[in-house]
């Protein structure tokens, strides 16, 4: 059987809003690991977003921040920032419309503007992030820093209802020097975003891994569900979306799968013939 190169979203693909795996998408990604297939998490998340668990699951790769940084057996392969100036700019507009924010970089989640704060109401209704987001706090816990960074991957942001702008608006202030994608969170009002160096998604970071590790292009595959993933699903081999993905999302893939709280990676991985079910 031929090695392929697999990138596996998190958020929505691999895990659900309470920060769960499905039991079948956690034996698919076992047989394919032990089938000797390469399995690459190809997220929006930060290197310290990432649970330690999830190398358990078969990863040896990792492309993070959207494409900006990216590891093989855990040494660095590559790490493209936003520069200081651009990260001060950015932070002093969002300051001045009240938008909540956090950036991020391999080894730090900066949290200076309230962002983390959406993720522990202890009210499940009035919370603007849906799902159990604890273990999530958890984990950043020890990473999260309340000053301001000096470069930056990625930045993570939430446009409150009452802000005065739209995701939109940023789009054309900004767009022409970042970019801007809408956010992956499962927000229950207003607009979520994820902002890094101009022209950096995950599908950049995904061919600079494939490029590294001699695979060739059309063999690769990808499996998201969301914004963020649509360069990634639109460049690889074969491109996965999940059912529960966006219409967009669903729109750049090869084919779709079912969602992920219905076996979805377990099915692609069965069709795909990287493991059975």
């Not at 093989?72 to 590559?78: L, S």
């Not at 273990?135 to 009452?162: C, E, H, M, W």
């Not at 992920?260 to 692609?268: F, K, P, T």
Request: charged share 20%; with cysteine; proline share 5%.
């Amino acid at each position: 059987m031929m090695q392929r190169l697999v990138f596996i979203d998190a958020d929505g693909t691999l895990i659900d809003d309470n920060q769960q795996v499905p039991d079948s998408a956690r034996t698919a990604l076992a047989d394919a690991a032990d089938a000797g297939h390469r399995l690459v998490l190809c997220t929006g998340r930060s290197k310290p977003e990432v649970y330690p668990w999830i190398w358990d699951l078969g990863f040896r790769g990792l492309v993070s921040s959207n494409g900006a940084y990216g590891e093989m057996d855990g040494k660095p392969i590559f790490d493209e920032r936003i520069a200081q100036a651009d990260v001060a700019e950015l932070g002093a507009w969002f300051d001045s419309n009240g938008i909540p924010c956090f950036w991020t970089t391999p080894d730090a989640v900066y949290s200076v503007r309230g962002f983390i704060d959406l993720f522990q109401t202890s009210d499940t209704d009035g919370k603007p992030i849906t799902g159990d987001w604890s273990a999530y706090l958890r984990q950043i816990g020890p990473y999260v820093r309340t000053d301001a960074p000096t470069t930056s991957n990625k930045a993570t942001f939430f446009i409150p209802a009452d802000s005065g702008v739209r995701l939109v608006d940023m789009q054309e202030r900004f767009g022409s020097r970042f970019c801007i994608v809408p956010g992956s969170l499962p927000q229950k009002v207003a607009e979520t975003g994820e902002l890094t160096a101009l022209g950096m998604d995950k599908s950049v970071g995904a061919r600079k891994m494939t490029a590294r590790l001699g695979f060739a292009p059309d063999t690769t595959i990808a499996l998201g569900d969301s914004a963020n993933d649509i360069a990634m699903l639109r460049s690889a081999g074969t491109g996965v979306a999940m059912g529960n993905g966006t219409a967009q999302a669903k729109e750049a893939a090869d084919w779709v799968t079912a969602p992920i709280d219905e076996n979805g990676l377990a099915l692609a991985f069965e069709k795909l013939g990287l493991a059975s079910v």
